[in-house]
C-alpha cells in the first residue's frame, strides 16, 4: 500500500494520467492561441495603419545606435525615436523614447552599417530564431511559442527575446551579452551562478565607462526625463513596483522563493519586481516550465490589474504548499521512494518538462 502511494497518480493509473495529460496539453494550446491573438489583434486593427508597431522595439534601438555614431544624443534626438498611428488613428502620432543604458547603445553599434529597411527584417528574423531555441532548449513542446508574452516580444522586436535564450545558451562568451541588450538580465544570471559570465558583464561596462564616458555622462543627464516618460507610457509597468503596498508582499515572495529555489527567484524577480515593465517581461517565467504559472501569465489585460505580481505570489504559495506537503509526506513513504517526492524541487530547466 505504500509503494503505491509512494508511485503517485501516474505510477498507479499510467492510461488515465496520459489521457489527462494529453487534454491538458490542448486546453493549455488554446489558452495561449486565444490571448496571443489578443495580444497582436490591435497590429490588424485599422488596417493597415497599425503596421508600423511591428518591429518598432528594434528599430528604435538601431536608431539610438545610430544617433550614437552620429555624434547625437540617444536618448533625446528626433532622429533616435520612433513614431506609431493613435488608437484609432488619427491625425497625431505617439513618439518613443529610447531608455536603455549605455552598454545597450554600444550593443547595437555593429548593426549601424546596415541600412534600417534591411536591419528591421533581418532583426525580427533573429528574434523569431531566438524565440524557437528558447522553447527547443527548454525542452518544451513547440506550440510553447504561443505563450502570449513571447508574441508581444516578438512582434515588437525587443531585445528581450534575443536575451532571454543568450541567458539560455551554454557559452560564457555569449550569455555576457544578454546583459548589454537588457540590464535586468543580470539578476537571472545571478540566480543561474553564471559567475564567469557576469565577469566579462562586469569588466566590459567598466571598459565602457572609461572608453565611452560621455556617452555614460550623457546618459545621467537625461536619465530623470528617460525615466520619467518610461513610467508614464507604462503606466507604471506590470510588476509590483507601482504599488509600495504590492511590492513588499512580491518581494517578501521572492524572497521565500529564494530559499526554497534560488534560479526560480532569480527568473520571477524581474517580471514581479523590476520598476516600468511590459507584458513581454514575463517570459522570464519560461525556464520554470510551470503549465500551471504559464497559464495565469498568458492572460492580458491592463498594467493597473496586478495580474502578474499576484500570479507570482500564488505561484510562490504553492511551492511553499507543495514543498510543506512533500516533507510531512516523507514520513510516511519507504525510503526507496523519497527521492521520488522530491525530485520536482530539483528539476532544472533541461530536464523533460513537468506537464
Known amino acids: 500500500m505504500k509503494q503505491a502511494q509512494g508511485m503517485g497518480i501516474r505510477g498507479r493509473h499510467p492510461d488515465a494520467f496520459a489521457r489527462a495529460t494529453t487534454a491538458a496539453h490542448v486546453v493549455l494550446a488554446l489558452w495561449f492561441a486565444y490571448w496571443a491573438w489578443q495580444t497582436v489583434a490591435g497590429i490588424f486593427t485599422d488596417w493597415p495603419a497599425h503596421l508600423d508597431t511591428v518591429g518598432i522595439d528594434g528599430r528604435l534601438y538601431y536608431r539610438a545606435a545610430a544617433t550614437f555614431v552620429a555624434g547625437g544624443d540617444p536618448w533625446t534626438a528626433a532622429s533616435a525615436q520612433t513614431l506609431t498611428n493613435t488608437w484609432p488613428p488619427s491625425g497625431a502620432l505617439v513618439h518613443f523614447l529610447f531608455t536603455g543604458p549605455p552598454p545597450t547603445v554600444l550593443a547595437f553599434v555593429p548593426f549601424v552599417p546596415i541600412p534600417e529597411w534591411i536591419f ?191 500570479a507570482i505570489v500564488a505561484y510562490v504559495i504553492a511551492r511553499v504548499t507543495l514543498a510543506v506537503v512533500g516533507r510531512l509526506r516523507t514520513h510516511d513513504i519507504p525510503a526507496e521512494h523519497v527521492g521520488a517526492v522530491d525530485e520536482p524541487n530539483r528539476r532544472a530547466w533541461t530536464d523533460p518538462p513537468p506537464f
Request: charged letters at 10%; glycine letters at 8%; one cysteine or more.
Open 120 to 310: 528591421v527584417p533581418l532583426w525580427m528574423a533573429l528574434t523569431v530564431a531566438a524565440a524557437v531555441y528558447t522553447i527547443r532548449r527548454l525542452r518544451l513542446p513547440i506550440w510553447w511559442l504561443l505563450f502570449p508574452p513571447l508574441v508581444s516580444g516578438i512582434s515588437v522586436g525587443n531585445p528581450h527575446v534575443v536575451s532571454l535564450a543568450l541567458l539560455l545558451c551554454g557559452s560564457t562568451w555569449l550569455r555576457w551579452i544578454a546583459g548589454p541588450m537588457k540590464a535586468y538580465a543580470v539578476i537571472p544570471m545571478i540566480g543561474e551562478r553564471q559567475w564567469r559570465a557576469l565577469a566579462v558583464l562586469i569588466g566590459a561596462v567598466a571598459l565602457s565607462v572609461v572608453v565611452f564616458w560621455p556617452l555614460w555622462h550623457q546618459y545621467v543627464a537625461d536619465y530623470a526625463g528617460t525615466s520619467s516618460w518610461l513610467v508614464g507610457v507604462t503606466h507604471g509597468g506590470f510588476s509590483a513596483a507601482r504599488d509600495p503596498r504590492l511590492l513588499v508582499v512580491a518581494v517578501l515572495a521572492i524572497g521565500i522563493l529564494a530559499l526554497l529555489d534560488r534560479r526560480a527567484a532569480g527568473w520571477l524577480a524581474v517580471p514581479a519586481l523590476w520598476p516600468a515593465t511590459q507584458y513581454f517581461y514575463s517570459t522570464f517565467a519560461l525556464p520554470l516550465r510551470s503549465p500551471w504559472l504559464a497559464a495565469m501569465l498568458a492572460v492580458g489585460g491592463h498594467d493597473s490589474d496586478a495580474r502578474v505580481p499576484w
